[in-house]
């Protein structure tokens, strides 16, 4: 009779961490699309105003990253009886970002795809004037922006994209769980904090 407990007890664990693991992908699902449509609204924004890249205004996009971060890390917490430990926060974030990431790798396909096929073009121009600005020879620019013009198609940058989102939402997200962890001291909660 122990056993059966002691089995239904584990069933009864088990369920509730599959329930878990399925609560905080959507969750980080709603917040992550959120995320990516205010990226891809952002981007398309600076090129309808045709802002250059390195321009001050690009890094706005760093508050809107940061706030739906913070926002989606905290409403989770909320979800999760007002408390959450700091692993279980920056996991909350760096999904968040993943599910961001994949849909700013899908707009940027499309925008070096079909949108803007020149961009490439563009940028290479500019590091063409930054190297000349260094000294650096004209026959080696070329050469350099040869070679790297062969891995810089659409796809390459829609992989861009991911590394270098997921790569902020860590990084942010590392800082505001420190802000938003939150454990739960009680007997109970020494258990069950974070499951």
Not at 40 to 45: G, I, T
Not at 75 to 104: N, P, W
């Amino acid at each position: 009779m122990d056993n059966q407990k002691k089995s239904c007890k584990f069933v009864k664990i088990i369920k509730i961490m599959e329930e878990h693991k399925k609560s905080m992908a959507s969750h980080a699902s709603k917040y992550g699309s959120m995320l990516g449509a205010i990226l891809v609204a952002f981007s398309l924004l600076l090129y309808i105003l045709s802002v250059k890249p390195g321009n001050p205004v690009s890094m706005i996009d760093y508050l809107f990253f940061t706030g739906v971060l913070f926002i989606g890390i905290k409403s989770y917490r909320e979800i999760t009886g007002g408390y959450i430990k700091y692993g279980k926060a920056l996991a909350m974030g760096v999904l968040i970002s993943l599910f961001a990431s994949i849909i700013f790798a899908f707009y940027t396909y499309l925008y070096f795809k079909f949108i803007d096929p020149g961009a490439v073009d563009k940028i290479f121009t500019m590091m063409q004037e930054k190297w000349a600005e260094q000294g650096i020879d004209e026959d080696k620019t070329v050469q350099m922006v040869e070679m790297m013009r062969k891995f810089m198609g659409p796809v390459f940058m829609a992989l861009s994209a991911i590394i270098n989102t997921v790569f902020r939402g860590v990084i942010l997200s590392l800082i505001i769980s420190i802000f938003l962890k939150k454990q739960d001291k009680s007997f109970e909660g020494t258990f069950n904090n974070g499951l």
